[in-house]
């Protein structure tokens, strides 16, 4: 079992520009010269997600350096994956250049939304961003029918690597419809163009389970992922919300899952008391510093754990 020792809350919307009314969503780090960038998802407004960053110590990762004022990437025009929102997912540098995989929001008539994964390059350290499209690099297809989101990223030489939240379907609660999803794997030879595999890397427990944010890191000589997973009836606030599970590959492409393993638990009170989600794994130096959103999928901001040290 990994052992975190958790920092506290870091950034909440209430620190940030006027436009960041709630949430600090899905934090995504990467480690810059001298400090540590966290981007994060706000909301303008109750149905539409926006990302900017959090500048942090790289030293002290409780202690704000700068907070980005404006959005760093717009919605998409009427119609395209992205008109509703934007939410970082994983940071990639790959030369001079830094790769932000996000994920994008689309509302529908029949259930509440559609989720595909766009990509946006920036060629100034991860200040300002373009996309590389107005369509998705990954989205529904045949063997990943309902959505394809919330990818990890890892670029090891020729090779990139993928896991992503598949979308497995939706199941009916009451009057509203409730996204289910599984983890899958995919593989590419330039970020871009990706293929998928039919089969789930992590599956579902139980057909009405949901599993996302998946993220991947080296372990010695294998890898772990971390992820988050709720039930689909009583998750926004009751006993199904989001708890942190993990998952152990030597190969990065069979995952023995054990969600004690993770280590992480919600508090006894506070900010994260009633939910824990959204994993986010980053080395500084010796120092391995976890990022996680708390109850209400991150409405009171982000917070910070750092890895103790793990039982074999």
């Known amino acids: 079992m990994m052992h975190w020792k958790k920092l506290g809350l ?15 969503q899905v934090p995504t780090p990467i ?34 350096v700068k907070i980005g ?11 395209t994956f ?3 929102g934007i939410m970082p997912s994983s940071a990639v540098r790959v030369g001079s250049k830094v790769y932000l995989y996000y994920s994008g929001w689309s509302r529908s ?9 766009g990509l946006a390059i920036s060629e100034d350290g991860g200040k300002t961003f373009h996309k590389v499209s107005e369509g998705p690099i990954l989205s529904r297809d045949r063997m990943n029918p309902y959505s394809a989101t919330s990818p990890c990223v890892l670029h090891q030489g020729d090779r990139w690597s993928m896991w ?5 379907g939706w199941t009916k609660v009451g009057s509203k419809f409730e996204h289910i999803y599984d983890i899958k794997h ?97 080395a500084c130096g010796p120092k391995t510093y976890l990022f996680y959103n708390g109850n209400d999928f991150g409405a009171e901001g982000f917070g910070c754990a750092l890895l103790s040290d793990s039982a074999k």
Request: hydrophobic residues 35%.
């Open 164 to 168: 992503f939240c598949s979308g497995t």
């Open 31 to 64: 480690v810059c010269d001298g400090f540590l960038r966290v981007y994060f998802s706000s909301r303008p407004e109750r149905t539409l997600s926006l990302t900017s960053y959090v500048d942090l110590d790289v030293d002290d990762p409780t202690r704000i």
């Open 186 to 282: 995919a593989i590419s030879a330039d970020g871009l163009t990706w293929t998928t595999s039919p089969m789930p890397a992590v599956k579902q427990r139980d057909p009405l389970e949901a599993i996302t944010r998946p993220f991947v890191w080296q372990n010695g000589g294998g890898s772990v992922m971390m992820f988050c997973y709720r039930g689909s009836r009583d998750f926004r606030d009751g006993t199904e919300a989001y708890r942190m599970g993990a998952a152990i590959s030597t190969d990065g492409v069979t995952w023995h899952r054990d969600d004690q393993f993770a280590g992480l638990l919600p508090s006894t009170e506070g900010w994260d008391a009633r939910m824990v989600a959204y994993p986010a794994v980053v």
């Open 10 to 24: 870091v950034f909440s919307p209430a620190q940030g520009a006027a436009w960041m009314r709630s949430h600090a």
């Open 69 to 79: 004022s404006d959005p760093i990437l717009q919605p998409g025009p009427p119609g």
């Open 82 to 84: 992205d008109e509703h």
């Open 109 to 117: 008539s029949s259930v509440p939304y559609i989720n595909s994964t």
